[in-house]
C-alpha cells in the first residue's frame, strides 16, 4: 500500500460546484497533514495545514480522521482559479529526516 | 515573488555532458531539500541537507552529486545522464529538521528547472 494514496482526478466541475478530495495514509504514527497547490508549470505551494479538530479557511475546508487514516479538503463555490493540482502532504516523525511524504496529487479542473 | 530561486529554469544536455542546477534560499531556513517530479509521479526526495550537512541521500544514483556550500545555496551536479532522468527538479527549504526535535515547517519551493535528456 502507497504510503499516501488520493483520489486519481481529473475532476472537471462547473464553477460554483462543490468538490471533495480524499486522501488516505497507510503511517498510522503519522503526526501532521498538509494540502499543498500546485498550478500548471509551477511549483507547489502550501494551501492549508490540517487540524485534528478540522479547519476552514474562505471557501476551503480540511478534515482529518485518524481513526480511519484519512484526509479531505472540501472547496466550495469553485472559482475558475483553484483549477490546479492538490497536493496531500503526510508527515511522519519518526520517518528519519524525511517524514514530509507527498501523494500524487489529484487535477482539478473548473469550467465555466 | 519566491523566496527560492532556481537556475536554470530550463536545461537540455546529452547523455555525455556536464552540468549543475543550482538553488538559493533568501528565506534564512537551515533545511534544504532536492525534489524530482515526474510526470505521474509523486514528488520524489532526493537529498536533504541540514544546517549544510547531508542529512539524506535517498538512494538517488551516483550521476547526481550534491553540493551545499553554505545554508542558502544548494546545488545538483548532474553528470552522464539518461533519457530517464528528464523531468522537473524542485528546490525547497524550510526551517525546522528532525535534529532539532520538531517537524520541517512549511516547504517553499522554487519554481524548479525543467530538464531533458537527448
Known amino acids: 500500500r502507497k504510503e499516501v494514496e488520493q483520489d486519481p482526478g481529473p475532476f472537471n466541475v462547473p464553477e460554483g460546484a462543490t468538490v471533495a478530495f480524499n486522501c488516505t495514509y497507510s503511517n498510522s504514527a503519522s503526526q501532521s497533514f498538509f494540502w499543498y497547490r500546485q498550478d500548471c508549470r509551477k511549483e507547489p505551494k502550501l494551501l492549508m495545514s490540517v487540524y485534528s479538530s478540522g479547519n476552514e479557511d474562505g471557501r476551503f475546508t480540511a478534515q482529518l480522521n485518524r481513526a480511519s487514516q484519512y484526509i479531505s479538503l472540501l472547496i466550495r463555490d469553485s472559482k475558475l482559479s483553484d483549477s490546479a493540482t492538490y497536493l496531500c502532504v503526510v508527515n511522519t516523525l519518526g520517518r528519519g529526516n524525511t517524514p514530509l511524504v507527498f501523494g500524487k496529487g489529484t487535477r482539478l479542473s473548473v469550467i465555466a | 515573488e519566491t523566496g527560492v530561486t532556481q537556475t536554470p529554469r530550463h536545461l537540455v544536455m546529452g547523455m555525455t555532458n556536464k552540468k549543475s542546477l543550482k538553488c538559493e534560499q533568501h528565506?534564512?531556513?537551515?533545511?534544504m531539500y532536492w525534489y524530482k517530479q515526474s510526470a505521474k509521479k509523486p514528488l520524489e526526495l532526493m537529498f536533504v541537507y541540514s544546517l549544510e550537512e547531508r542529512v539524506e541521500n535517498n538512494s538517488v544514483p551516483s550521476r547526481f552529486s550534491p553540493e551545499c556550500p553554505n545554508s542558502s545555496h544548494l546545488f545538483l551536479h548532474l553528470h552522464t545522464l539518461q533519457p530517464e532522468d528528464s523531468a522537473l527538479y524542485l528546490c525547497?527549504?524550510?526551517?525546522?529538521?528532525?535534529?532539532?526535535?520538531?517537524?520541517?515547517?512549511?516547504?517553499?519551493f522554487g519554481e524548479g528547472s525543467r530538464l531533458t535528456v537527448l
Open positions: 528565506l534564512g531556513h537551515n533545511a
Open positions: 525547497a527549504s524550510s526551517q525546522g529538521i528532525r535534529t532539532s526535535g520538531r517537524p520541517p515547517g512549511e516547504l517553499f
